[in-house]
């Protein structure tokens, strides 16, 4: 099956910097990897995706970048806030989303 | 739509009780997972049903867990007899049949077996 790894467990940046997040997949067949944002005590929600097709992804602060030949994905936020303070799931999906152990992200005013 | 409703919210047991967590996905979405949610191991997928058939059970810890999806609109998981260490939260996710779309979570159940 999928093994998706998450890197890091935890990332304490100031407001204002950026912040990335890494991980990488075992299945070929994976061509969906979303992101999912979960505050404290709440669910996870999505935040962006990518396809297979497609190498980049930007959504205002937010991107996704994607390597299908080294299987690993990247979250970048920039310019955090501290409302982007959560926990960050990347998954890779053929048809079953299997998730990363999720990234602390804690940002300081 | 209401969004993926699960209930109930917060559920205190017992050891040895029997447990029932309860889903509605969203209408339309013919897939749904149950996942467990703890600080040691991430999200788990514990059962995947594709148009309301169990695909792939192999997260299921041990038969004291069983899940169900008698129609398209409601799903139960089922633990019996419960135990300290099932404590968790528990998420019901759907998304559209098998084309790789967002998965839809539900607000969670946080069970606590004591």
């Known amino acids: 099956g999928e093994n998706v790894e998450q890197h890091p467990s935890t990332l304490s940046v100031q407001e204002g910097d950026s912040a990335v997040i890494k991980c990488t997949y075992s299945?070929?067949?994976?061509?969906?990897f979303p992101w999912y944002k979960q505050e404290l005590g709440k669910r996870p929600q999505l935040i962006i995706d990518i396809r297979s097709n497609v190498g980049e992804k930007k959504d205002q602060r937010i991107a996704v970048t994607l390597n299908k030949t080294a299987k690993h994905f990247s979250l970048h936020i920039t310019e955090t806030q501290p409302e982007d303070s959560a926990v960050y799931f990347c998954?890779?999906?053929?048809?079953?989303?299997?998730f990363g152990r999720g990234t602390s992200l804690i940002v300081h005013p | 739509d209401a969004g993926v409703i699960q209930s109930p919210r917060h559920e205190v047991t017992e050891m040895g009780q029997e447990v029932t967590l309860r889903c509605k996905p969203i209408?339309?979405?013919?897939?749904l997972f149950w996942y467990r949610q703890t600080m040691m191991r991430g999200l788990e997928l514990l059962i995947y049903f594709n148009n309301n058939v169990p695909i792939d059970d192999s997260g299921m810890p041990e038969d004291r867990f069983s899940a169900k999806m008698p129609n398209a609109s409601f799903s139960t998981l089922k633990i019996q007899p419960s135990e300290p260490r099932d404590s968790a939260v528990y998420f019901c996710?759907?998304?559209?049949?098998?084309?790789?779309?967002?998965?839809?979570f539900g607000q969670g159940t946080r069970l606590t077996v004591v």
């Open positions: 299945d070929s067949a994976s061509n969906y």
């Open positions: 996710a759907s998304n559209r049949d098998r084309m790789n779309t967002e998965a839809f």
């Open positions: 998954a890779a999906s053929s048809y079953i989303p299997t």
């Open positions: 209408s339309g979405h013919n897939s």
